[in-house]
């Protein structure tokens, strides 16, 4: 089978341009200023026919009403600059440019992401938060204000094809879009596994990142980078986080996501007292945590997802206040280890509990507060068939029964539950917009279901 000739797409016509300027620039509005169409096509004419261009600015000049604001897009001296191939960069400029002095920085920020590939949200506002770029408003939590500069960008266009999966939130750059971040940039590479970037005007702004390693990195390789704040050591495959890594007092965020080969964290890591970020995710040969975890005061992001080894959880977890995400949740046998180590914290997002065969009694289960985490949309509750002490199954249904999530609750999964039938709330209101997941026994099904208006096997 042959290869075909490229088809190359020609540039959108005068009239399709303007259209499209104009859904985004004015949305639904009921009354156009007609004075702000005459130069909006005027600004359109400079945009060259590149639906990018047209949109961008459209979205940039829909939070923007005075005539004045628009007569500077278009006549910018922006759009006097050499074009190397097309009239698009001008014009994306110009939108940079337009943009609100905090979301700059954030946008600009966007160039250490990988090109051309999906991007996790809220991740990506976890990496803002720990360079400091997202400033507190009143009672608003930083989550809250970062997703609110996210969905700005959005609207300005300068993130596409979003998609949700598992309960977060994933984004593409269009290239163009990419390399305007990237020329705001200045990069440097030590060697060909550490790169090291700062923003034009923030030069103590640092990242850096291990990408793939095979032999094992020094003590000495972090304990050059004293006044780091992003980490990134995914897929290195060490077996051992070096004790060094306590000496980074600045941290603010470490991924050591995908490393099957951790079993454990050294006890030093709790002396990172900024720590916001940990993320574990896949880790799973992570067996435990360190006991002095209380330490860690910032921490808000800890990302235990498909951590299958992890068979307890630290000692008073529940000190961590400034806790929003946790994703799993494996109870412990010790009463510090407990469910009740969730009654104070303010969860968001989806968190899994684990071992729940641990629980002796419902008010146990009441411990864990979850009928007022009202940001949880996601939750999966375990029960391990292998440490399941021997007990009537009407005692589960107890147990379940004082797990009742909030309304807010989007999806639901239970696995190896046992009890005679499910507790009173599942025909309640509470899961009238929640999708449930279920593995169970195949005795229990036929009648497990029966009750639920709402469930997917």
């Not at 089978?1 to 399709?16: F, K």
């Not at 961590?320 to 009463?335: D, I, M, S």
Request: hydrophobic share 35%; charged share 25%.
């Amino acid at each position: 089978m042959g290869t075909l000739q490229p088809y190359e797409l020609s540039n959108l016509s005068q009239e399709d341009c303007w259209l499209l300027f104009m859904q985004r620039a004015f949305g639904h509005q009921e009354e156009i200023n007609l004075n702000l169409v005459a130069i909006g096509k005027e600004i359109v004419k400079k945009c060259g026919g590149v639906p990018l261009a047209a949109k961008t600015l459209g979205g940039i000049l829909c939070f923007k009403r005075e005539e004045r604001q628009w007569e500077h897009v278009r006549d910018s001296e922006i759009w006097k600059l050499p074009q190397e191939e097309s009239s698009i960069l001008p014009a994306l400029r110009l939108s940079y440019h337009h943009l609100p002095l905090d979301l700059r920085q954030c946008f600009a920020y966007c160039a250490v992401l990988p090109k051309d590939t999906e991007m996790e949200k809220e991740n990506l506002i976890s990496l803002w938060m720990a360079h400091g770029f997202l400033l507190s408003k009143g009672n608003l939590e930083l989550e809250v204000v970062g997703n609110e500069v996210w969905n700005e960008l959005y609207l300005r266009s300068f993130f596409q094809e979003i998609e949700v999966k598992s309960g977060k939130t994933y984004f593409k750059m269009h290239d163009l879009i990419h390399d305007l971040a990237t020329s705001l940039f200045t990069a440097s590479a030590s060697s060909n596994n550490i790169r090291e970037i700062s923003v034009k005007g923030y030069p103590h702004m640092m990242s850096i990142g291990f990408t793939k390693v095979v032999s094992s990195y020094s003590r000495s390789h972090l304990q050059k980078f004293v006044s780091l704040r992003v980490l990134n050591l995914t897929y290195i495959g060490p077996k051992q986080l070096p004790s060094s890594i306590g000496d980074l007092v600045h941290l603010r965020y470490l991924n050591l996501s995908s490393n099957d080969r951790i079993s454990s964290l050294p006890k030093q890591l709790c002396k990172l007292q900024n720590l916001q970020t940990l993320d574990l995710h896949d880790c799973w040969s992570l067996s435990c945590l360190p006991k002095e975890k209380s330490k860690l005061g910032s921490l808000r992001n800890l990302l235990l997802d498909s951590c299958y080894g992890l068979t307890c959880m630290p000692p008073r977890i529940g000190s961590l206040t400034c806790l929003k995400t946790l994703g799993c949740f494996a109870v412990g046998r010790k009463k510090s280890c407990q469910l009740g180590e969730l009654r104070n914290l303010n969860l968001y997002g989806s968190i899994e509990i684990t071992h729940l065969e641990r629980v002796k009694n419902d008010m146990d289960a009441k411990e864990a507060n979850l009928s007022a985490k009202e940001n949880l949309h996601s939750l999966s509750m375990k029960w391990d068939d292998d440490e399941r002490p021997h007990r009537y199954e009407s005692e589960e249904v107890e147990v379940l029964e004082a797990l009742k999530p909030h309304s807010n609750l989007t999806c639901l999964t239970i696995s190896d539950f046992r009890g005679i039938r499910f507790p009173d709330w599942m025909n309640h209101s509470v899961l009238k917009k929640c999708c449930l997941y279920c593995n169970l026994p195949l005795q229990k099904t036929a009648h497990a279901y029966h009750p639920l208006e709402s469930c997917l096997v």
